[in-house]
């Protein structure tokens, strides 16, 4: 069992940073594929950055350049440092898992429906 926990989000003007942070209870001897998915009102869920049991990443063209997944291992944390925020990056971001290596097709197209374990999620709001 994986218990997700996000904390970090808020309010920023356009410009601006916040950093998510993600601390996971799960069985340390396992591997885990973890990222961040977003959702805004009207909008699909969207993969935003994840980080692969092998340690790789991948990022939405979206937010490419502003956006930077990592983990600690030492502290089962996952982090979304996310800079020049705009407007159009309000949403509720989860974080996600699921076991073993998600590979590098699916890592770049993540599916909502390939990660059993969501956390409650954090509102980030970024005003213009």
């Known amino acids: 069992q994986v218990q997700l926990v996000e904390s970090g989000g808020g309010s920023v003007q356009a410009g601006g940073s916040l950093r998510l942070s993600c601390t996971a209870s799960?069985?340390?001897?396992?591997?885990?594929?973890m990222g961040w998915f977003r959702h805004a009102p009207g909008k699909e869920r969207e993969g935003v950055a994840f980080i692969d049991s092998d340690g790789s990443t991948a990022y939405a063209d979206s937010v490419k350049g502003r956006f930077t997944i990592s983990q600690d291992n030492a502290k089962n944390t996952l982090y979304l440092q996310m800079n020049s925020l705009k407007p159009d990056d309000t949403a509720m971001y989860y974080c996600?898992?699921?076991?073993?290596?998600?590979?590098?097709?699916?890592?770049?197209?993540?599916?909502?429906?390939?990660?059993?374990?969501w956390g409650q999620g954090t509102q980030v709001t970024v005003s213009s």
């Open positions: 996600v898992a699921r076991p073993g290596r998600y590979g590098g097709f699916w890592l770049r197209y993540p599916r909502p429906t390939d990660f059993g374990y």
């Open positions: 799960r069985d340390s001897s396992s591997s885990y594929c």
